[in-house]
């Protein structure tokens, strides 16, 4: 191995390292809460109000909605975790350290996103344990789920590394989770299947992306989706690769960063 | 051999149009305590922000130890150590855990960066500290955890930047002792400082820059003979109610025991002490009204203004 690799991946190690250390340490903020959200969801929607809808596509309520759930956590905690860490370099000027040092745009970019992949993948392990207390989980494609899990995780934390470039302020960080996010996380087939949509919104709901990763996920589960498995993986693969190389264009011309 | 820092025709305009550097050339050679000088917005912080990749020029060229900035900024980088004049770690993180961090930037595997951050820590006063968020230090702590994380990486040239602001005077002199052996152990040092007290007993070189553009580039000794008036502050033992008679020695009183007097590089001060003698004033102490540098300086500063008003 030559010098300058070993050292990138010192580097790297380095940062992925203080990025989980960062939403370790801060545990009640990063890991608690989504937890405790999820358990509402399950209670409330699952137990609850699950009860009276029924079966959908032949699964309870409650093991339809278990996948959707899991997969919110991801998009939610890759994403955040990104965008805070960043930002917050940013903001305290410790981006520095990393600017002046030899670390290439490559090892910065990959060192958050693994941050985040690693906070959305810690998340969503803690749902799916809390899940077990109020339905029984078998995968149905181990693979599907995996792929369809890192791949989402990896396009929202590159979408968080976005939005900490742009970002002036922490405002700025709050805008896109709110008013992006989270509509299209709960009208991307979290909470129901889209055949119980009018046709017309059938189609309109397939040009959310959330709809596709939420439904490859259900399918690793359940085996069962509203969509082509295929054409959804493909997607993501493509939408990864293109957020990377505009994020490493972002790093390379210092927006948001250099003067 | 490289020098340790050529810069060629450097030009910063920033988006607002404001041209902060208007084509600067300046070498520092391997070894040297360079004083980096000028007034506020004279453009150190910009000449400092390019050469650590902070700050986009706009033209010229940049190498460190031969190593150019546009074509391998990775190896410039790996020479150089900036201590910037604003606080810029993690306020969250611990002393210690900044410096194996920022180690860790710089490829060194982590056994290594801990014994270096001992180290430092150690020569530094800091190692009781090393736990400590670094919100919680003083702000002499904090400038010397900034020098430390500086020199993580061992760099072979070292750019301070103001480095001393708002620090106590004790704290100032260790820092002055510890610089000055890490530039005798063959660390090249740039310094950009407002105490020119500080320049004149470290630095052996000097640059001015004024308005985006050095005005002089010299040695601190050839700079200093430029200087060919002092004004001296003599404390009296006895009080005078009027100034003595000192033939070719502009002189005033500041107050009945003090005396202010204008002596030229080619009088020397023997024949104004024997003047004083024959007049019977006693004379406790002598010392000069403000730095010599500081005459310099401001001199300079504002022949360049005149210039500029042209």
Not at chain 1, 134 to 155: K, P, S
Not at chain 2, 27 to 43: I, K, M, Q, R, T
Not at chain 2, 234 to 263: C, F, I, M, N, W
Request: with cysteine.
């Amino acid at each position: 191995m030559n010098a300058e690799l070993r050292a990138n991946l010192v580097a790297l190690n380095t940062i992925v390292y203080r990025e989980i250390r960062r939403f370790m340490r801060i545990w009640p903020q990063t890991l608690l809460p989504p937890a405790i959200t999820m358990v509402l969801y399950f209670v409330i929607f699952g137990r609850l109000i699950g009860q009276r809808i029924g079966e959908m596509d032949g699964f309870t309520y409650m093991e339809y909605i278990v996948p959707g759930l899991i997969m919110m956590s991801v998009i939610t905690n890759a994403y955040s975790n990104v965008v805070s860490s960043f930002f917050g370099t940013k903001f305290h000027r410790s981006i520095e350290e990393l600017l002046v040092s030899p670390v290439s745009p490559h090892v910065i970019l990959t060192g958050f996103a693994l941050g985040g992949i690693a906070r959305g993948l810690a998340v969503a392990i803690i749902v799916t344990l809390l899940s077990m207390f109020f339905t029984q989980l078998q995968v149905h494609h181990i693979g599907v789920t995996v792929i369809v899990m890192v791949l989402t995780a990896t396009i929202f934390a590159f979408g968080g590394f976005i939005n900490a470039v742009y970002a002036r302020n922490f405002d700025d960080i709050s805008i896109v989770p709110t008013f992006i996010l989270t509509p299209l996380t709960y009208l991307g087939g979290v909470f129901y299947s889209i055949h119980l949509l009018p046709d017309v919104w059938q189609t309109v709901s397939l040009a959310n992306p959330i709809l596709h990763m939420v439904n490859a996920f259900r399918y690793g589960i359940l085996g069962v989706s509203d969509i082509s498995i295929g054409t959804a993986i493909g997607f993501m693969a493509i939408a990864a690769v293109l957020l990377y190389l505009f994020c490493i264009r972002l790093l390379k011309s210092g927006r948001g960063m250099r003067q | 051999m490289n020098p340790a820092l050529s810069i060629r025709n450097l030009t910063k305009i920033y988006g607002n149009g404001f041209q902060a550097l208007k084509g600067i050339d300046l070498d520092v050679a391997e070894g040297d305590f360079f004083a980096l000088l000028g007034p506020n917005g004279a453009g150190k912080s910009t000449t400092i922000g390019i050469l650590s990749t902070l700050v986009n020029k706009s033209g010229g060229t940049v190498q460190v130890f031969g190593n150019d900035l546009d074509r391998d900024p990775a190896a410039l980088k790996r020479c150089l150590g900036v201590v910037p004049q604003e606080f810029n770690f993690n306020q969250f993180e611990k002393a210690f855990d900044i410096l194996v961090t920022q180690a860790g930037y710089y490829g060194i595997p982590a056994r290594i960066a801990k014994a270096r951050a001992e180290q430092y820590l150690n020569q530094l006063g800091l190692w009781d500290k090393r736990d400590v968020p670094s919100r919680m230090l003083s702000g002499g702590m904090k400038r010397r955890l900034m020098i430390a994380r500086a020199l993580i990486h061992q760099p072979r040239l070292l750019i301070l930047d103001e480095p001393t602001a708002g620090v106590d005077i004790e704290l100032r002199r260790s820092m002055w002792s510890f610089l000055t052996d890490l530039n005798r152990q063959g660390i090249t040092i740039i310094l950009t400082t407002h105490y020119l007290e500080e320049a004149e007993q470290l630095c052996r070189n000097i640059g001015i820059i004024d308005h985006g553009q050095i005005v002089k580039n010299t040695s601190m000794r050839e700079l200093l003979k430029q200087l060919h008036v002092e004004t001296f502050l003599l404390d009296l033992k006895e009080s005078q109610l009027v100034p003595p008679e000192l033939g070719a020695y502009p002189a005033r009183l500041v107050d009945h025991h003090t005396l202010e007097v204008q002596v030229e590089k080619s009088q020397g001060v023997t024949e104004l002490f024997r003047l004083l003698a024959l007049q019977g004033i006693e004379v406790l102490s002598l010392r000069n009204k403000t730095n010599r540098l500081e005459e310099l300086f401001v001199s300079l500063v504002e022949n360049n203004l005149a210039k500029e008003a042209k």
